[in-house]
T-cell receptor, first 115, second 116 residues
Framework: DTGVSQDPRHKITKRGQNVTFRCDPISEHNRLYWYRQTLGQGPEFLTYFQNEAQLEKSRLLSDRFSAERPKGSFSTLEIQRTEQGDSAMYLC?????????????FGPGTRLTVL | AQTVTQSQPEMSVQEAETVTLSCTYD???????LFWYKQPPSRQMILVIR??????QNATENRFSVNFQKAAKSFSLKISDSQLGDAAMYFC?????????????FGKGTKLSVKP
């Protein structure tokens, strides 16, 4: 079990550029979550997948954000036309999906800095 | 709407002593779960302990235990015999199974320092 991995770990970009992050969940996990964490705050839910289906999106997920999980394995989160307010740690978590409130296992996060 | 409040931005404890971190929450759901997560500096978040709301018995995991007061909507974490490795941000989190599909709602966290 290699745990949840995220790539890249750090991303610095200029305002207006597009960025894409990748999350590889634990291999047998069906559920995958994206959260955003800003400095001094707890993580905030962005979106959630059950296998390849995106089942819920937060109001935080503006139309500049899009997430995919094409084959029910890894997931990508894309931010178009980045803004300085997008600077944050983006966390991915996965869980087995076999019952209620499965334990979510978190990746190390991708820290985005928008200049 | 569900909310989680951690009223202690920072706490400090002497090594080998006991410390209690506070958390209150609000939800109208009857079926929910509570968690404490630990986030060490520059490292990933890990689960410390979880509590199912329907269970009256407080959860324990080695040196970590909770005081779950359902009527008061309180969920505190007690760390006994504190170790240097316990220094981290601690987040209290709530999930319900209404329409939320298990998304975690986090508090703002408590930064715990452990003094040698």
């Amino acid at each position: 079990d290699t745990g949840v991995s995220q790539d890249p770990r750090h991303k610095i970009t200029k305002r207006g550029q597009n960025v894409t992050f990748r999350c590889d969940p634990i291999s047998e996990h069906n559920r995958l979550y994206w959260y955003r964490q800003t400095l001094g705050q707890g993580p905030e839910f962005l979106t959630y997948f059950q296998n390849e289906a995106q089942l819920e999106k937060s109001r935080l997920l503006s139309d500049r954000f899009s997430a995919e999980r094409p084959k029910g394995s890894f997931s990508t989160l894309e931010i178009q036309r980045t803004e300085q307010g997008d600077s944050a740690m983006y966390l991915c978590a996965s869980s087995l999906g076999t019952g209620q409130a499965d334990t979510q296992y978190f990746g190390p996060g991708t820290r985005l800095t928008v200049l | 709407a569900q909310t989680v409040t951690q009223s202690q931005p920072e706490m400090s404890v002497q090594e080998a002593e006991t410390v209690t971190l506070s958390c209150t929450y609000d939800t109208s759901e009857s079926d929910y779960y509570l968690f404490w997560y630990k986030q060490p500096p520059s490292r990933q978040m890990i689960l410390v302990i979880r509590q199912e709301a329907y269970k009256q018995q407080n959860a324990t995991e080695n040196r970590f235990s909770v005081n779950f007061q359902k009527a008061a909507k309180s969920f505190s974490l007690k760390i006994s015999d504190s170790q240097l490795g316990d220094a981290a941000m601690y987040f209290c989190a709530l999930t319900t199974y209404g329409g939320s599909q298990g998304n975690l709602i986090f508090g703002k966290g408590t930064k715990l320092s452990v003094k040698p």
